[in-house]
């Protein structure tokens, strides 16, 4: 192979485009050379190449190239995976045929895990051979070293003794390093075991593996048994008294103001990350690209009590919280900060400043109500008068008159919010069943307050559709489902907010009349596709059932139910089920599936659809027999 004209360039210019390639391929790590990276790709199961592909080209590129790629870039080995260990030792072997690079090596991370955390990331002068970042390796409290720093500076005073009589041992020094590193890992019972063929099998978690290797290097030989306590207790220090303790009391809290003063809303209710969901959004609460913080108490609250009882009332008074009532999980938080409220003196007595979210869907401040709770008034232009009806304007201005007249206590303040929270919820509930909301009108006030389904039967308003005859009306309404799609399955549940399938049509958000009449239509034409997540009986029937558990008219009109599971030896599907007409659509497949261990499970399916073609009515719930069917499948060893 002849060598290419590149090499007719004089060297300095060759260098010069090396070390340009080399910047532009480690761009994406920060210019690091990381050793035991992860891949791209899940199913590569091995390392990424710690070199560029540039040094892959020819041996000639190789030996001048290598050099500028180790000049003043710091090296990453990560210990986390034992294909990552694997590829650490054949990069130490290497560094013995290349002694030229010796000087070239300046910094080494050593870490655990792709990100630095305090305690699990090792930062090496290879020219001093001495720790970086030691005072990450400090107990918090004690102020001691912990066990494996020690360990870990022995082995860099032996190896700085070793470097004077011959400067080309480096990669004995690193690899003393990493075999001091890896010696916790044995004791872990995650990370032993942890490997990129099976990561995406167990589901750890870095917290998970930070927290074991955490454990393991805050070792419990650091505790001594108190026979006086009859238990543990540390031998550590008294925790030193803070030095912010020693400033004045309006320097401190000046500084505290500063410190929990938030630009926008604390949501309660409306911006959280669904667990269910890996790498999930929050839902926007207007609907567009505005950020909200979720409503929780700061850090500096759990130092101690007397930061505590400083800062806590602080960031109650300075801060607005916005109280989303537009979804049910939304509601479940706001009547837990309500109760969280009523039991806390500090919380209780400093709410000034809150807003309310009653609609979802409506542009801007119309769907919002601000509130002023140290003079009890209504904040701002009353967009919202258009929003809801005007006998709950009347109620919800007459319950803060009231609040104004009354003597301010805590007790007042959470009755107050918890009233005005009632009477949005039931404002927001009225103007979905009447969709024709009118403006207010001072004849219509009173002082009566509603209750959360009233009897009055309003007009359905200016809806052409309503007017229609109701045979009419159904033929419409199929026409209408004909386009939207009926595939439907767990994950668009979980996701209501995301771009995909929607799981009711849009308009049976119109109003609570066109409501009734196209979700049983809708759910009779769905296929409700629903597998297993794994082998420990955690079942997406189980979660689909719980999830929907007040919704009647999803388990009255189910119909058509594909269950797809794991049969032992065989990834096939299991078949699909018929909860209308109580039949099994048997599978090609379920014949010769079914012969083996499985056998006769055909048969206890066709006998719990017998039964409950006699039990089960046409507007009964086909919930139960969606458990028999789960229990049956189970109990003849089909993992669901």
Known sequence: MSTTSIFDLPKELRLQIWDHAIDLELKDQGGCIIVGKPPKWPWNCRPEPYHPSLLQVCSLIRREALSKLYQDR???????????RSQIQRWIRELSHHASIHNHITTISIRYFETAHRSTSLLVDCQEWAVLNRHEWIHPLSKKPLRLLRMIEDALGRTALEQRDDVNRLGDGIDRLVTEMIYPLRESRLLSCESMANVRLHGYTDFQLRFEVIRILYHTSDWVVDHRLNGLQSVKSRMERSRLLELPTELRLDIFEY???NQGSLT??????????QFSVPPAIFGGDLKLTQAQQPAITQVSRQLRNETLALFYRQNRFLLALHYRRARIEVCKFLDIA???????????????KHRFGILDFRGTIDFDFKTFSILGPHLWYNSIPPIYITQIEDIVDDARQAERSDLLI??????????ALSASIASLQYPGVLKVDSKSSSNEYPSIRPDIQHLPGDCPLLKLPKELRLLVLENYLDPVPTLVKLEQYHNIYSGRRCWQPPLALTNARLRAEILPLFYRRCRFHLQGFNEDGDCEVETFLARTEGYQALHENIRIVVLLGFILHSGRWLGEFDLGSFRLKVDRHWKHEMEGAYSGMIEDLEDVFQQAKQEVGPGDSRAPVL???LA????RGVFL
């Open 627 to 629: 458990r028999e069917l």
């Open 414 to 423: 959470v009755d107050t919010l918890r009233r005005l929270v009632e009477a």
């Open 632 to 635: 049956v499948m189970r109990a």
């Open 342 to 356: 009523q039991q806390s003196k500090e919380i209780a007595s400093n709410l000034q400043k809150i807003t309310i």
């Open 74 to 84: 710091p090296v990453i080995l990560l210990l986390r995976y034992r294909e990552s």
């Open 268 to 277: 309660v209710g409306g911006c959280y990350s669904p667990s269910f969901l």
């Open 259 to 261: 410190l929990l003063q």
